[in-house]
């Protein structure tokens, strides 16, 4: 099976919380790989922190849309956010912070499109 009959049937069988979640993982398995090159590896870094921008880019114009079904609070805080990842980025390539808080961000968006962990609905 050819790698583009593989990604073709994995996105047929993908929801889009499934994809998003995917997408997710992997911007920030480029992030994580970013945080850990040399400063000098510019485009490596570039390239990761271009990626996680767009990706957030992305949802705040969709939160922007007034079509969008989303409740309005949780748009504006995805918005909000996505302004703070594009101040971050640019901190982090002026070299005054680093990739954490980005990954940390990031990895909470990819636990709640992840659900509820397998012991929740004992909690419940």
């Given at each position: 099976m050819s790698l583009q009959a593989y990604k073709t049937a994995?996105?047929?069988?993908?929801?889009?919380?499934?994809?998003?979640?995917?997408?997710?993982?992997?911007?920030?398995?480029?992030?994580?790989?970013?945080?850990?090159?040399?400063?000098?590896d510019v485009a490596t870094r570039i390239d990761a922190?271009?990626?996680?921008?767009?990706l957030w880019s992305a949802l705040a114009t969709d939160c922007a849309n007034p079509d969008n079904g989303m409740d309005k609070a949780l748009r504006a805080q995805i918005i909000s956010i996505s302004l703070f990842v594009?101040?971050?980025s640019s901190t982090i390539m002026r070299g005054e912070d680093d990739f954490e808080a980005l990954i940390d961000i990031n990895k909470?968006?990819?636990?709640g499109l992840a659900g509820p962990g397998p012991g929740a609905q004992q909690a419940a």
């Open positions: 994995a996105t047929r069988t993908e929801n889009p919380r499934e994809m998003e979640y995917r997408l997710f993982g992997q911007v920030t398995r480029a992030l994580m790989h970013a945080s850990t090159v040399d400063p000098s922190l271009d990626w996680n921008r767009r594009s101040r971050h909470m968006v990819m636990q």
